[in-house]
Nanobody, 121 residues
Framework: QVQLVESGGGLVQPGGSLRLSCAAS????????MGWYRQAPGKQRELVAV???????NYADTVKGRFTISRDNAKNTVYLQMNSLKPEDTAVYYCNAEIWPRKTPRTGNYWGQGTQVTVSS
């Protein structure tokens, strides 16, 4: 059984930094893209950043230059370094990954439980 477990959310002042982590565990054969999404109250879930298995990255325009996504393939973990945080970054952040579990014929799309990030003075 595959699961994604996030950590690192919390309360931070505007201009501050946070680092989110998401570890995939279970009977995993391989992991393709890993990414972070967020959902603010009353808004749709949106893509924040994604990193492929080869290390290519893509960011939402709203976070370019402030957020950095990275991954450690040996640890099946993806990170999101968030700098220069703004109140509008406040949301629940969700980890997402395309994972191929062992002994299954295809990949599946998996989500973490979400971690709250609040940017406020």
């Amino acid at each position: 059984q595959v699961q994604l477990v996030e950590s690192g959310g919390g309360l931070v002042q505007p201009g501050g930094s946070l680092r989110l982590s998401c570890a995939a565990s279970g009977n995993i054969f391989s992991i393709n893209a890993m990414g972070w999404y967020r959902q603010a109250p009353g808004k749709q879930r949106e893509l924040v950043a994604v990193v492929t298995s080869g290390g290519s990255t893509n960011y939402a325009d709203t976070v370019k230059g402030r957020f950095t996504i990275s991954r450690d393939n040996a640890k099946n973990t993806v990170y999101l370094q968030m700098n220069s945080l703004k109140p509008e970054d406040t949301a629940v952040y969700y980890c997402n990954a395309e994972i191929w579990p062992r002994k299954t014929p295809r990949t599946g799309n998996y989500w973490g439980q979400g971690t709250q990030v609040t940017v406020s003075s």
